[in-house]
Nanobody, 122 residues
Framework: QVQLVESGGGLVQAGGSLRLSCAASGRTFSSYTMGWFRQAPGKEREFVACIHWSGLSRYASDSVKGRFTISRDNAKNTVYLQMNSLKPEDTGVYYC???????????????WGQGTQVTVSS
């Protein structure tokens, strides 16, 4: 079982940066793919980025490619999402997710955090 706790959300102006963290409990963190998803009000949850347990494979959605970077530190059981050049359309609740397999759909992930709010003002 993996428990996930996100942090680092907040209010930022357009063009600014935030770094989200997701701390995981459990000794199997290093064997899990970690993903970030987000959900804006009135919209479905969407894929943002994911990283393989080895750190060698990473994927990002077209909407964030070149602006967001996912990384992980297996020694600290933590995955990060560095978000630069933020836009108002990046506003939403950001969720951390974990699964032994890799995927870009929310149904690919068995474990979820509670989410952290990111608000980008124009």
């Amino acid at each position: 079982q993996v428990q996930l706790v996100e942090s680092g959300g907040g209010l930022v102006q357009a063009g600014g940066s935030l770094r989200l963290s997701c701390a995981a409990s459990g000794r199997t963190f290093s064997s899990y793919t970690m993903g970030w998803f987000r959900q804006a009000p009135g919209k479905e949850r969407e894929f943002v980025a994911c990283i393989h347990w080895s750190g060698l494979s990473r994927y990002a959605s077209d909407s964030v490619k070149g602006r967001f970077t996912i990384s992980r530190d297996n020694a600290k059981n933590t995955v990060y999402l560095q978000m630069n050049s933020l836009k108002p359309e990046d506003t939403g609740v950001y969720y951390c997710a974990a699964d032994p397999t890799i995927g870009v759909q929310s149904y690919d992930y068995a474990h979820w955090g509670q989410g952290t709010q990111v608000t980008v003002s124009s």
